[in-house]
């Protein structure tokens, strides 16, 4: 009778008569957080490449420290949430030049909303950011308001006595 053989982990596949497929990027190592299956020696419970059974268990522990520099390529971080919605707020406030030269048009609800975003990311994250995200965000949303005001406030270009109002 043949042995079972046990398996060694890996995967045959014929790939002839097909277009060559790009494979897919690896994926980003675990965090490694004091206290997390992979510092004590344990093995992680997503090493399967599932998802991990509780949401919040791949991001630091309370008083872990966390890592604020350039945001490696495909691996986000809050202040690359906080930059992205501050600039869709300068863009709708007219205060960026595009590629050509010319400001965009205002778009003073759409700069609203992202400042109102700002707020409630500012609100809801309270306690729990470094110092340098919650100045970045607190001096960003300070200026981002300051302008918004700035333009509801201004008289609108070309308008005369006899105007229309917005």
Same mark, same amino acid.
């Given at each position: 009778m043949p042995e079972e053989k046990e398996d060694k982990g890996f &995967?045959?596949?014929? @790939? @002839? /008569?097909r277009e060559e497929e790009p494979a897919p990027p #690896? $994926?980003?190592p675990p965090i490694e957080t004091p206290g997390s299956a992979a510092t004590e /020696? &344990? $093995?992680p419970e997503n090493a399967g /490449?599932?998802? #991990? &059974? !509780?949401? @919040?268990?791949d991001f630091p522990q309370e008083g872990a420290s966390v890592e604020v520099g350039p945001s490696p390529l495909g691996v986000p971080r809050f202040l690359d949430l906080v930059q992205s919605l501050q600039m869709g707020a300068m863009v709708g406030l007219g205060m960026l030049q595009g590629p050509d030269g010319k400001r965009p048009p205002v778009d003073l609800p759409a700069a609203k909303d992202a400042i109102d975003l700002l707020g409630i990311l500012q609100e809801k994250t309270k306690g729990n950011l470094t110092k340098e995200e919650e100045e970045v965000l607190r001096e960003? *949303?300070? !200026? *981002? @308001?300051? /302008?918004y005001m700035a333009m509801i406030n201004a008289p609108p270009a070309g308008r005369g006595k006899g105007g229309v109002q917005l």
């Open positions: &995967k045959v596949i014929d @790939r @002839r /008569g #690896p $994926a980003p /020696g &344990k $093995a /490449g599932s998802p #991990p &059974k !509780h949401p @919040r268990e960003g *949303l300070y !200026h *981002l @308001r300051m /302008g």
